[in-house]
């Protein structure tokens, strides 16, 4: 593993830890070099995932992007990047569970959806206007009503508890 700050090739690990499922392990390391700490993560390699997208194009799967849009979405509100690692590991652990090496942009956007409203409401809101393309302040009031129904009716989500 090369340091990400001057590029030596040897490091050394001073810390490993699973993830709660399992699924990856983050290792705390040190250049041998330079001195300089960072963190990496393993994660199991399973079959390709595919999202097929509103126009019907495909491109792999990318847990990257997810969370580059959640984080956009949480801008300046009090939402831990530990709880977006969170998310994408939940959205990602779903996605897989299909049969098929196949998942809709959609079903991942509203997974997302699903999540961010347990963590941010307005998180979630500012998602959705990019996700369901807002485009006047009327659709804003439609969402807001349907989470204002939501949370009076106790709709409890299916995701598991967050840090």
């Known amino acids: 593993m090369k340091c990400r700050k001057c590029q030596y090739p040897e490091t050394k690990v001073l810390e490993s830890r699973e993830n709660r499922d399992g699924t990856a392990i983050r290792r705390r390391r040190e250049c041998m070099r330079c ?8 994660r199991i390699e399973g079959r390709p995932l595919y999202v097929i ?5 495909r491109e792999l799967f990318s847990r990257e992007k997810i969370l580059k849009s959640m984080s956009i979405a949480c801008q300046k509100r009090e939402v831990s990047s530990t709880s977006l690692d969170a998310v994408a590991d939940w959205v990602e652990s779903q ?12 079903k991942i956007g509203e997974l997302v959806l699903e999540a961010l409203l347990k963590i941010d409401p307005v998180a979630y809101v500012r998602f959705a206007s990019v996700y369901r393309a807002f ?6 009031v439609v969402e807001l009503k349907k989470l204002t129904e939501q949370h009076a009716s106790g709709h409890v989500l299916k995701i598991p508890p967050l840090p």
């Open 95 to 106: 996605c897989s569970l299909c049969d098929d090496s196949e998942v809709s942009s959609q």
């Open 135 to 140: 485009t006047n302040p009327e659709d804003f």
């Open 53 to 57: 997208k509103r126009d019907g194009t």
């Open 35 to 42: 001195e300089f700490r960072f963190t990496t993560f393993e």
